[in-house]
């Protein structure tokens, strides 16, 4: 079994910060890429950013120059800090974690989700 957990979402005015966290746990032989997507009410799911094993970044045009992933010091975890926070970035936010479950098997897991609402 594996556990894909998000933390530190909440509600923010316009122009504030937060900052996203998201552990993996579990029966993982390594973890290649992980991932932050988030869902508005009526839309669909959007990719935000990944970040590869290798610690390539790339972020969806919306969110560029204000937000940054990263990956601690503990490669199972993950953050997303949030900047410059506009209300159109209000959604429910889900990390994903790609990993190898052996030598050749991959598989992916995915958190239930934090909500971040951006409002005044």
């Known amino acids: 079994q594996v556990q894909v957990v998000e933390s530190g979402g909440g509600l923010v005015q316009p122009g504030a910060s937060l900052r996203l966290s998201c552990s993996v746990s579990?029966?993982?032989?390594?973890?290649?890429?992980m991932s932050w997507y988030r869902q508005a009410p009526g839309k669909q799911r959007e990719l935000v950013a990944t970040?590869?094993?290798?610690?390539?970044?790339n972020y969806t045009d919306s969110v560029k120059g204000r937000f940054t992933i990263s990956r601690t010091n503990a490669r199972d975890t993950m953050d997303l800090q949030m900047n410059s926070l506009k209300p159109e970035d209000t959604a429910v936010y889900y990390c994903n974690a790609k990993y190898y479950v052996n030598s050749y098997e991959v598989s992916e897991s995915w958190g239930e989700g934090t909500q971040v609402t951006v409002s005044s």
């Open positions: 579990g029966n993982i032989f390594s973890i290649y890429d």
């Open positions: 970040m590869t094993a290798g610690g390539s970044t």
